[in-house]
């Protein structure tokens, strides 16, 4: 009797102390929080989380905390139902546990960009799918099943080990300065590189067609979707990891790599110069480049031998046609403020250059622009002159693509060469 109560006494203790061992939902431990981890969930409210461009600290979407856990209701659809986060995130390493109802599906979303035009989240940020692999009633794609970047990259299936529908899964996403894998219950099952040729290529498939924005932003908020079934969220942990600047060469020299052309302006390569002239249509036309760049040091050289009207957006993108939005710096005829700052479709001017800089452009001769672009602080050079220091908020919140402008009005040509940026 005595050996029996002796192993109760065992069990009870081995229970409890594995018990008191294993770590609480939505709580971070001592070693996580030195390590710079943060929770996305705190387990009891909704604070940090907001309708996908709503107000601040405003929830209309069909979410709710229960029992511990960040629950869709099954109310959205895939325009509607959708929570993003307070706050944006870069480069970052995200873990947090999921399980999902029969027949569902949703994502979490990363990178997420809010316009005024961008109706839901995934026109901008890439998708770690969500789904009832087995149970969902419509036929899938491999690149819409759980795990996948969708639409772009499926799952690797010898590595996928999905809990049946109804139990706990934990995923994880690292997104390290383009360097970017998905991971399914300890299984690594997607791995890319964003941004490259092979990344292009899958985006320019088909599939994106009508998102040319999508997957570009190197920041942005996360995104999660009730798309009409119910899934729940828990210990929603993230560590943000740090930038890697690198320098490029934006311009190859002989064609027009990396850049994309809006409009029927003309832009094309001459003995290693890469020139605008204006087309028969003489509208505005621009020639961006195909990725994004945020912080960042540009040096490029031009030589205005017509006219000279244009300019080099920052930040920027086409929100359709050759109509831009975002800022440029200036690029004109003398007295018409070279180096100036621009912003498009919405404040007009917002620094100009006074007259005793006016002289600095040499017309018809090669010229220098240099660019600084570090969070709300602009500051330009032309041929080594200080032109602008600018701080401003709404261009620190902006996103988007280096473009050049070729103004509309017929007779312009310029030419460009040795374009280097450094990031910073």
């Known amino acids: 009797?005595?050996?029996?109560?002796?192993?109760?006494?065992?069990?009870?203790l081995t229970g409890l102390?594995?018990?008191?061992?294993?770590?609480?939902?939505?709580?971070l431990t001592e070693e996580e929080i030195r390590d710079g981890w943060i929770l996305l969930f705190d387990g009891k409210t909704l604070d940090g989380w907001r309708d996908f461009?709503?107000?601040?600290?405003?929830v209309t979407a069909p979410w709710k905390v229960e029992n511990g856990t960040l629950t869709a209701l099954g109310q959205g659809s895939d325009s509607t139902g959708y929570i993003v986060s307070e706050k944006e995130y870069g480069n970052f390493i995200i873990s947090f546990d999921w399980k999902i109802e029969k027949a569902g599906n949703?994502?979490?979303l990363y990178h997420v960009v809010e316009r005024p035009e961008y109706s839901v989240p995934y026109v901008t940020g890439p998708e770690y799918q969500l789904l009832d692999d087995v149970g969902f009633p419509e036929k899938l794609e491999n690149w819409q099943l759980t795990g996948a970047d969708y639409a772009m990259y499926p799952p690797d299936d010898s590595k996928k080990q999905l809990a049946e529908v109804g139990s706990w899964n934990n995923s994880k996403i690292v997104?390290?300065?383009?360097?970017?894998?998905?991971?399914?219950?300890?299984?690594?099952?997607?791995?890319f590189?964003?941004?490259?040729?092979?990344?292009?290529?899958?985006?320019?498939?088909?599939?994106?067609?009508?998102a040319p924005e999508y997957g570009l932003?190197?920041?942005?908020?996360?995104?999660?979707?009730?798309?009409?079934?119910?899934?729940?969220?828990?210990?929603?942990?993230?560590?943000?990891?740090?930038k890697k600047p690198k320098e490029e060469i934006l311009f190859n020299g002989k064609d027009l790599t990396g850049w994309d052309v809006y409009g029927t302006e003309l832009w094309y390569v001459k003995d290693g110069e890469l020139i605008c002239e204006s087309g028969p249509d003489k509208d505005y036309g621009y020639l961006g480049t195909r990725k994004y760049y945020d912080d960042f040091d540009l040096s490029v050289d031009f030589k205005q031998v017509s006219d000279g009207n244009s300019g080099i957006f920052i930040r920027s993108y086409i929100k359709t046609g050759v109509i831009i939005s975002g800022w440029q710096v200036e690029v004109a005829p003398p007295g018409h403020h070279t180096g100036g700052i621009y912003e498009s479709y919405g404040r007009g001017w917002i620094a100009l250059i006074p007259d005793e800089k006016q002289s600095i452009l040499k017309m018809g001769e090669w010229n220098t622009m240099r660019i600084k672009m570090q969070g709300d602080v602009i500051t330009t050079w032309l041929n080594g002159q200080e032109m602008t220091v600018l701080e401003d908020e709404k261009i620190g919140r902006g996103k988007g693509r280096i473009l050049l402008q070729i103004h509309d009005g017929g007779g312009i040509k310029v030419c460009w060469k040795n374009f280097v940026l450094k990031e910073l």
């Not at 461009?53 to 405003?58: A, C, D, L, V």
């Not at 996360?222 to 009409?228: I, N, W, Y």
């Open 217 to 242: 932003a190197r920041s942005g908020l996360f995104a999660l979707q009730d798309h009409g079934s119910r899934i729940w969220f828990k210990n929603m942990k993230l560590k943000e990891l740090p």
């Open 17 to 27: 102390f594995f018990s008191a061992c294993k770590q609480a939902d939505n709580k």
């Open 193 to 210: 590189e964003a941004w490259t040729d092979d990344w292009f290529r899958r985006k320019e498939s088909g599939k994106w067609d009508f």
């Open 1 to 12: 009797m005595k050996q029996k109560n002796y192993l109760w006494l065992v069990i009870l």
């Open 106 to 108: 949703s994502g979490l």
């Open 53 to 58: 461009k709503g107000e601040p600290g405003t």
């Open 175 to 191: 997104f390290d300065n383009g360097h970017v894998e998905y991971w399914l219950n300890d299984q690594k099952v997607v791995e």
